[in-house]
């Protein structure tokens, strides 16, 4: 077989490993009420539980990072994927609320793994090619997403109870997942402390700078998912059905936006289309602060969503490039702040919202995403761009990925 067809391959299993885990997150935080209902959770524990699965996933991100020192990050994804597919099954399925404990506690460390390892595997896969790919991937997770909340929409809709909403998809995707996984393809540069500065004390001092970009992407995720609905309802006076579609917004435009965003990034660089993204998202948040009605209200939302979708993904490749002798480790590390940008944003909101008003809360995301332009340069410059004359041939390739691995 070869490199081209190995790669073509990996590429496609890999993005069918984000489609999944976008649909299995969709399934789980859309029918959080009706979890909150079937094991009688109160409005006072259910942030204990909701909580929980963040700092488990932040946990297992750190774990993941030393495992991969000694198995590859293939072998990460492929067990990890299995677990959160059957822990989602596993919270639909349980009576007691120690059965749900138990399957969000088992959700979360898998998802920190399976997190961390899909970015690890996009990473040296984008290396490989030598051409922005990252985004296409993450294009991969918001469709998947958007699946996700439409099945778990028919299942509110016609009433299931969560195990019915949830069999199909796993029995679906289960099967799929486990024979996508035998097209896995590692790189082998990203896993030592060779080739590149290392991630030691000296090294993670380099990194922070995309930790605090991607905690503050994370942040304004959240803000979306979190509060868009009830923003709209109760601040912009939206109807209740109304209210259910920013979200939906924000997800068809994050796909759009990501489908399309590697060939910005071939054309004018990373560090420019994290720029753009940046801007048209902060643009996006004063539009919903300033909204005097609900169609305007969408319309900052939609910005949102074109603005937010480029920033993760090019923060992930970005750690890739910075330690291209430890791209693993570095990956790992940065997920992290997924997970603390998830914890912070919606309390955060919701807490200056009650304090204040829902709309001065909007602007506090705005400037902690604005915090991303202060850190462009940390997205590189010529060597991030790739495509049209900074796009290699398959010969000249860096990273024999899967074979015997050249240094970077």
């Given at each position: 077989?070869?490199?081209?067809?190995?790669l073509?391959?990996?590429?496609?299993?890999l993005?069918?490993?984000?489609?999944v885990q976008?649909?299995?997150f969709?399934?789980?935080?859309?029918?959080?009420?009706?979890i909150?209902?079937?094991y009688?959770?109160?409005?006072?524990?259910l942030p204990?539980f909701l909580?929980a699965?963040?700092?488990?996933?932040?946990?297992?991100s750190?774990?993941?990072e030393h495992?991969?020192k000694?198995?590859?990050p293939?072998?990460?994804?492929r067990?990890?994927?299995p677990?959160?597919l059957?822990?989602?099954?596993?919270?639909g399925?349980?009576g007691?609320?120690?059965h749900?404990a138990v399957?969000?506690g088992?959700f979360?460390?898998s998802v920190?793994?399976?997190d961390?390892?899909?970015?690890?595997?996009g990473?040296?896969l984008?290396r490989?090619?030598?051409?922005?790919i990252?985004?296409?991937?993450?294009?991969a997770y918001s469709?998947?997403?958007?699946?996700?909340?439409?099945a778990?929409?028919?299942g509110?809709?016609w009433?299931?109870?969560l195990?019915v909403?949830y069999?199909?998809?796993?029995?679906?995707?289960?099967p799929?997942?486990?024979?996508?996984?035998?097209r896995?393809?590692?790189g082998?540069?990203g896993r030592?402390e060779?080739?590149g500065?290392?991630t030691g004390?000296?090294?993670f001092k380099?990194?922070?700078?995309?930790?605090?970009v991607?905690?503050c992407?994370y942040?304004?995720?959240s803000?979306?998912a979190?509060?868009?609905a009830?923003y709209?309802?109760?601040?912009l006076g939206?109807s209740e059905?109304?209210?259910?579609?920013?979200?939906n917004?924000y997800?068809?435009?994050?796909?759009?936006g990501r489908?399309v965003?590697d060939?910005g990034?071939?054309?004018f660089g990373?560090?420019a289309?994290?720029?753009?993204g940046?801007?048209?998202?902060?643009?996006?948040?004063?539009v919903?602060?300033?909204a005097?009605?609900?169609?305007v209200?969408?319309?900052g939302?939609?910005?949102l969503?074109?603005?937010l979708c480029?920033?993760v993904?090019?923060t992930?490749a970005?750690?890739?490039r910075l330690?291209?002798?430890a791209?693993?480790?570095?990956?790992?590390?940065?997920n992290?702040?997924n997970?603390?940008?998830?914890?912070i944003?919606?309390?955060l909101?919701?807490?200056?919202?009650?304090?204040w008003s829902y709309?001065?809360?909007m602007?506090?995301?705005?400037a902690?995403?604005l915090?991303?332009?202060?850190?462009?340069?940390?997205?590189?410059?010529e060597?991030?761009?790739?495509?049209?004359?900074?796009?290699r041939r398959?010969?000249?390739?860096a990273?024999?990925?899967?074979?015997?691995?050249n240094?970077?």
């Amino acid at each position: 077989m070869t490199d081209d067809v190995r790669l073509r391959r990996g590429r496609g299993a890999l993005g069918l490993s984000f489609f999944v885990q976008g649909v299995a997150f969709a399934l789980l935080v859309t029918r959080i009420p009706a979890i909150q209902d079937r094991y009688g959770i109160s409005d006072g524990l259910l942030p204990a539980f909701l909580a929980a699965v963040p700092v488990l996933a932040g946990a297992s991100s750190v774990a993941t990072e030393h495992l991969v020192k000694r198995v590859p990050p293939s072998v990460v994804l492929r067990w990890a994927q299995p677990l959160v597919l059957l822990s989602l099954l596993g919270v639909g399925a349980g009576g007691q609320m120690w059965h749900v404990a138990v399957a969000l506690g088992a959700f979360g460390l898998s998802v920190g793994a399976l997190d961390a390892s899909m970015n690890m595997l996009g990473v040296s896969l984008q290396r490989a090619y030598g051409r922005s790919i990252m985004l296409g991937f993450h294009a991969a997770y918001s469709l998947g997403g958007i699946l996700g909340a439409s099945a778990a929409w028919a299942g509110a809709h016609w009433e299931l109870n969560l195990f019915v909403s949830y069999l199909p998809a796993v029995v679906v995707l289960l099967p799929l997942a486990l024979l996508g996984s035998r097209r896995y393809v590692d790189g082998t540069a990203g896993r030592g402390e060779t080739g590149g500065q290392g991630t030691g004390a000296g090294g993670f001092k380099l990194l922070l700078p995309l930790c605090l970009v991607m905690a503050c992407a994370y942040i304004g995720d959240s803000t979306v998912a979190n509060w868009s609905a009830k923003y709209l309802q109760d601040v912009l006076g939206s109807s209740e059905q109304m209210a259910t579609v920013p979200y939906n917004v924000y997800m068809v435009t994050t796909l759009v936006g990501r489908a399309v965003g590697d060939l910005g990034v071939r054309r004018f660089g990373a560090a420019a289309v994290v720029r753009a993204g940046t801007l048209v998202a902060a643009a996006g948040f004063a539009v919903v602060a300033a909204a005097p009605g609900a169609w305007v209200g969408m319309l900052g939302f939609t910005l949102l969503g074109i603005g937010l979708c480029v920033i993760v993904p090019q923060t992930f490749a970005a750690a890739g490039r910075l330690f291209p002798g430890a791209s693993d480790t570095a990956v790992a590390r940065l997920n992290i702040f997924n997970y603390v940008g998830f914890l912070i944003g919606s309390p955060l909101v919701g807490a200056i919202g009650d304090a204040w008003s829902y709309r001065g809360a909007m602007l506090v995301p705005m400037a902690l995403v604005l915090v991303t332009l202060f850190q462009a340069r940390s997205f590189g410059s010529e060597g991030a761009r790739y495509g049209v004359r900074h796009e290699r041939r398959a010969g000249d390739r860096a990273v024999d990925v899967g074979r015997g691995g050249n240094e970077v």
